[in-house]
């Protein structure tokens, strides 16, 4: 543990190559997690588990409400995408000045690498529901997995995937919702940035996580009560995404502070909990479901 700790340090500080290969390692991890779980959730035993707290025996539920679900956690993979997102996203502007920075150079890149890719996959997606729609649904496999392709694309939901909106993505390729909040949280990082940068760690806590979560939160309980279906869906849009933010944040912050983190855990046992409580952590939720269906 303390050997693979050493070795992605070293590639944190390395901060002059292109790339981190430690993260990129992380990312594949994170992607072939995200794999495994969407194959899972096909299932309806495994989609119930985990989506309830339901478990049809003890193998599932020992997969399911135990730690061991971290193989299978693909919304907390996400989740570390976004934080890795962040991490690597900040690196460049806390070695760069304000006038060496190009916000519309910068949007440019984020646009094509984002939006391009994004664009082409919900077309081809279109096209192969569009194709495809009178599939026979498999009625032994899992509610996720038939609440796919089951209407046709509709003029409202074309334009809603031309500008990025989470609308209806379900119908096409669900998986693509991470995209859109992405795309709009990395055209704020350069001010979440900057705000990090010039401030001392607690007020830039209270400045970014604080105002984002309660953004997040004022958004949530209000969008219900709205009585317009398009405003409803813009504010649940925009509650989502301040919460998404959240993990960005999180990254912006490791990367500020990565020195220090690195000196803190160079006592080894340091090492190995925080590498426990992470575990608990990202695995809380299905042990505590785990819990409250066995008692």
Not at 164 to 174: I, K, P, Q, R, T
Not at 192 to 215: A, D, E, P, V, Y
Request: charged fraction near 15%; hydrophobic fraction near 50%.
């Amino acid at each position: 543990m303390i050997k693979l700790f050493d070795i992605i340090g070293k590639g944190l500080i390395k901060l002059s190559a292109k790339r981190i290969e430690s993260l990129d390692s992380l990312r594949g991890i994170s992607a072939i997690i995200v794999v495994i779980f969407h194959c899972m959730i096909t299932f309806t035993e495994l989609d119930v588990a985990n989506y309830g707290n339901h478990f049809p025996n003890s193998f599932i539920k020992v997969i399911s409400a135990t730690p061991l679900h971290i193989f299978w956690a693909g919304k907390q993979a996400v989740f570390l995408f976004f934080v890795l997102s962040g991490f690597v996203l900040t690196l460049p502007f806390l070695k760069t000045s304000r006038t060496e920075f190009s916000y519309k150079s910068y949007a440019l890149k984020r646009f094509l690498r984002i939006y391009i890719p994004y664009i082409l996959i919900m077309a081809i997606s279109s096209i192969l529901v569009t194709l495809c729609l009178n599939y026979r649904v498999n009625i032994s496999l899992s509610d996720t997995y038939n609440n796919r392709w089951i209407h046709p694309i509709h003029l409202t939901s074309i334009f809603a995937y031309l500008i990025m909106f989470d609308y209806d993505l379900s119908n096409v390729n669900g998986v693509m919702w991470s995209l859109v909040h992405e795309m709009r949280i990395s055209l704020l990082i350069p001010f979440i940035t900057l705000f990090i940068k010039r401030n001392k760690l607690l007020k830039s806590l209270l400045g970014t996580l604080g105002i984002t979560t309660f953004l997040w939160i004022s958004l949530k309980i209000i969008f219900p009560h709205v009585n317009n279906d398009l405003i409803r869906l813009i504010l649940e849009s925009i509650s989502n995404t301040f919460y998404y933010a959240i993990f960005f944040i999180f990254g912006s912050f490791l990367a500020k502070y990565q020195y220090d983190i690195i000196n803190f855990l160079k006592n080894g046992s340091r090492v190995y909990l925080v590498a426990i409580l992470s575990l608990l952590l990202i695995t809380n939720e299905f042990i505590i479901k785990g819990l409250i269906a066995y008692t």
